[in-house]
């Protein structure tokens, strides 16, 4: 008896015959490019290094476009990008060694932020393994010991033959809720040698679904249709799940108010009569919160940022719906919930009762009041209208990418983001440097819309080299240094605890002639002339700079006790 599938595996005369006599000249790096083609890849990030001559050197016999950065930790950044834009995983082909670890700070942030990255790095060769002293060039006892605890998965090829099924397994890890970065590493061996394997086609590798447990939801919807005062806060786990609709519905049936995360931002319509908006370092925000009799936590973990700096303490039931499972009623019991958001959402929606509750969207225009008072009495004019220059000048479907700099750490709380993954920024792990290098791994993967990446003058330092590579693949990325002569939030912190900073004083480029030096077009602007600058330089093609010289200054905080 033959069943239909077992005609699905049978192959044809034709693929017998391709895999009987595959092209001549192919080596295993040609079986790298060709898994990634097969699982639907377009697009890899890298910089070439001696052992991975082999990969680099199959991409020309293939259809994949490369995007070469100048650092590998920036390559990171631009592949950490490129997967929240598409959801899909960003292919990052990597060096041994020196090239491998310098992308470690990029993959936290990736793994911080649950960004789809696949990483393939060289190795030394077969021989040189084990963790003996061979005195190979870029040699390590164990690479891969360096990665684990920073990605999601490690993955091993030692001959050709295990490359496809070690890729396909690592891209289905990547984009298997929680998404995150993978590594894979191949000996440089393995990558130059001729291959007679045939050719690489179509692979399987769906990524698991991630459903809730039905007895959960049905508790959580009970507890939810019976709530007086119910509220939620929405991270980034809706908007990697592409749930902001569903969010939107379960909001409105249940008058509950909701807060973003920094990482959730977009995931819930700003000027909604419900939206908390992203006023998560305010003690009023906290307040409401910690009164709510049932709070419900949708993709976040509700970490240090998302928790007022920890001193959140709900008092109310906990519902914490989120994929990663370390995160799970990691800070707070909660009726937790294991689940990709948007299949949790979908199945509240479909159990919960609808509650009226004609007071709720007064209790939230009272709260923002209250902030609105609270930043007021600070006199902090110049970064208010700094931050809405920003916001009238990038179109509304426009991606932005922010450094850590005092201006992102405004938009954190009162940027709107107008849509859902329009907004990133570092927050996941707070490094320097990824703003910039982010948006042209954005503008690589959507050239049809305008990008803008925002850094003071010490995260741009970081990335200068990559006015090489905007200008190299001309992606249309604007960047807006804001230029205050050193670290600006550290200095405040340290003038803050001591009374004085130390070591947060920089010598700086002029970064508009610095631009024109690699044939980047560059403004110096103004408070005033901000927004007219930056929507000139975001409409014409191409990258261009605009630097702001200014000091700007946070909001005071209330997790240390002031109002």
Known sequence: MTHDHDL????????????????AGRNGGDLVVETLAGLGATTVFGLPGQHALGMFDALRRSDLRYVGLRVENNAGFAADAYGRITGEAAPLLLSTGPGALTSLAALQEARAASAPVLAISSQVPTRGLGGGRHGYLHELPDQAASFRGVVKSVHTVRTQ??????????????LTAPHGPVWVE?????????TRLPVVTAVDASPDELPPRPELTAVAADLLSRA????????????????????????????????????GKGAFPWTHPLSLQSWLEDRHTTDLLEDADVLLVVGSGLGELSSNYHTFEPRGRVIQIEADLGKLESNHPALGIHADARLALQALLETVSERADPAAPERVRALLAKVADRIAAQELTLEQDVLASVRRALPAGSPSFWDMTILAYWAWSAFDAKSPNTMH????????????????????????????AVSGDGGALYSIAELATARQYDLNVTWLIVDDGGYGILREYMTDAFGQPTATELTRPDFVALAESFGVPGVRTTPTALADDLAKALAAP???VVVLPAVLRMFAPTHLGSD
């Open 425 to 452: 920024s570092a927050q996941g792990a707070g490094g320097l440097g990824y703003g910039f290098p982010a948006a042209l791994g954005a503008a690589a993967a959507d050239p049809t819309r305008p990008v803008l």
């Open 8 to 23: 699905e595996l049978r192959p044809t005369a034709a693929q017998t015959e391709a895999a009987l006599n595959p092209p």
């Open 542 to 544: 191409g990258p261009s």
């Open 186 to 194: 191949i000996p440089q061996d393995v990558l130059l040698a001729q």
């Open 228 to 263: 007086e005062r119910p509220a939620i806060i929405a991270g980034g786990g809706v908007v990697r799940a592409d749930a902001s609709g569903k969010l939107r519905q379960l909001a409105e049936r249940l008058q509950a108010p909701v807060v973003t995360t920094f990482g």
């Open 161 to 174: 033959s295990q490359i496809p099924s070690a890729i396909a397994e690592a891209w289905k890890s990547a």
